[in-house]
């Protein structure tokens, strides 16, 4: 009503994803007698179509899980390590190992998906790639949001010209742009996915389409090799928690980075929000300190394999952090590497896409997955439709960082899918994309959901901020500008913005009322989010 978004709620299943059609896709799912985890799948895939440049089978992520049968939340990881040839010694910088073969590492998103079917789905992987076959083979009209993508990278694919033509012919029929309205149809995608769907992910793992991907690379110059496709296994583990205002906030454990996004909301619980205005100068300057301080931590314990974030969560730890938060004075330092991001390229980290499933049987998933950059590394393998991921350009190649990546060693991933419980039941999923801005923007959401009440699509809906390294914080402009002003008088250094942003996320989230059974969907408006019922 009045220019906002309607709520969608149902009790039969709740799907929120990047896209109209890859929501459908998951909500078809729900309607043929799958349940969460067969929705998940079917919308990864159709993700994999209609947001090329943000996710597909050759990418990677991880999966937090509610599993009503067994009463219990999951992790899934599906973030294959660092392949054992990448030649780390060549590079000084990330930027250089952004595009090409060389920034191609092991997919992981179709082993992933195969997981999740295998261990709790219902039904066949051809019943849940069956709409993302029909969108790759019929073709549909890009939406304002690819017509940016798709337009705002060729410029830069083009300078590759080894990547080009391909990336071309595959997106844009040819022509490097393309128009809102378009008709995307991705014949060789949907021939992949086809027979993945006959023969299963092993023909893409040990069999013949993964031969196909792997001499393409070699012949590009990459590194990765079917030993390293051949060793790929997603992995359950037990989720990494902390609790926030009476929730458990269930995330992956390390490598995954997201514990900076649990550490966050342990400092900002010592705050009592209800005595400062909502997007008000105490507000924002101790939600902004809280992250990055907590980013600082982060990035200072990731040289150990297993950091101790049992004891970085710690009551004792954390009071420490809260009085730097409240001491005043300005907060500077890294966000994201040890290393700076390059500069003018920050922006275009943002390339990941989160989908938020619930069922009518309590089950609920919550998926982060992504190529990395945008269309990943550029690389799309003849005959396949398939491009692949950039996740190299996340390894640390910095010869002097205590962070430096090794051949083989786990690679932290900073995508953080939640979910939140109360007294053992999921009662919050929320995930997003951003880059190392996802476990900046979860907390912001969290506070307007928790701690100001906000409806869920009013608390994705309200103004964020990315914070970058130093002191410069990008805030959506929809902020009171003296509130801003102030803001920069306690020490942030404000960077001129936009009212919306894609920088700070993409959120795709369900809230669950156990009393009425009612599932409430909320798609984050900037990007296509939407939100479908079975």
Request: charged share 20%; hydrophobic share 40%.
């Amino acid at each position: 009503m009045h220019g906002k978004r309607p709520t969608i709620s149902s009790v039969h299943g709740v799907v929120a994803a990047a896209h109209p059609l890859a929501a459908q896709a998951g909500a078809r799912m729900l309607a043929n007698g799958g349940n969460a985890f067969d929705a998940a799948v079917a919308t990864s895939a159709a993700l994999n179509v209609v947001e090329p440049f943000m996710s597909g089978l050759a990418g990677l992520g991880l999966a937090t899980c509610y599993v009503a049968s067994e009463n219990r939340v999951r992790a899934l990881d599906f973030t294959p390590p660092v392949p054992s040839r990448f030649p780390v010694e060549r590079f000084k910088r990330r930027e250089d190992v952004q595009r090409g073969a060389l920034a191609v590492g092991t997919p992981g998103n179709i082993g992933g998906w195969a997981e999740l079917l295998r261990t709790y789905g219902k039904l066949k992987l051809a019943d849940v790639f069956a709409p993302a076959i029909a969108l790759a083979r019929d073709g549909f009209p890009i939406l304002e949001f690819g017509e940016f993508e798709i337009n705002g990278t060729a410029a830069e694919i083009k300078a590759h010209s080894a990547l080009y033509d391909e990336w071309a012919k595959t997106y844009t029929g040819g022509t490097g742009s393309v128009k809102q309205g378009f008709l995307l149809k991705q014949p060789d995608l949907a021939k992949t996915l086809g027979a993945i769907a006959a023969e299963g992910v092993e023909h893409f793992y040990r069999g013949a389409l993964g031969r196909t991907v792997i001499a393409h690379i070699e012949k590009l110059g990459g590194c990765l090799t079917m030993d390293d496709l051949g060793a790929m296994k997603p992995v359950w583990k037990e989720p990494l928690t902390a609790s926030y205002r009476g929730l458990t906030v269930n995330i992956p454990p390390p490598p995954c980075e997201g514990f900076q996004f649990l550490l966050t909301l342990r400092i900002l619980e010592g705050f009592d929000f209800s005595k400062m205005e909502r997007n008000g100068i105490e507000h924002l300057d101790t939600v902004w300190r809280a992250i990055r301080i907590a980013a600082g931590v982060r990035i200072a314990n990731n040289a150990a394999a297993n950091p101790n974030v049992a004891e970085l969560l710690s009551d004792a730890h954390v009071e420490t952090l809260r009085r730097r938060v409240k001491d005043g004075k300005p907060v500077e330092g890294p966000t994201e590497q040890w290393m700076a991001p390059p500069a003018g390229g920050a922006a275009a980290e943002s390339h990941t896409t989160s989908l938020s499933v619930a069922d009518r049987d309590g089950n609920a998933i919550c998926v982060t997955q992504s190529l990395g950059s945008p269309f990943g590394s550029a690389v799309v393998v003849p005959g396949t439709g398939l491009c692949l991921n950039n996740f190299l350009y996340w390894a640390d190649v910095n010869p002097k960082s205590p962070n430096l990546t090794k051949p083989g060693a786990n690679l932290p991933m900073c995508v953080t899918p939640s979910i939140s419980t109360r007294n053992g039941k999921p009662e919050l999923v929320l995930g997003t994309p951003g880059s190392y801005g996802i476990v900046q923007t979860q907390p912001q959401a969290f506070v307007q959901y928790v701690d100001y009440g906000l409806p869920l699509q009013e608390a994705i809906e309200a103004p964020r901020a990315r914070l970058w390294d130093g002191r410069q914080v990008e805030p959506e402009t929809r902020i009171a500008a003296a509130t801003l002003d102030a803001l920069r008088k306690r020490g942030h250094e404000i960077m001129p913005g936009e009212g919306w942003t894609m920088r700070v996320g993409g959120m795709q989230a369900i809230a669950i009322d156990h009393g009425t059974g009612a599932l409430t969907g909320a798609a984050d408006p900037r990007r296509d989010g939407y939100v479908a019922t079975p």
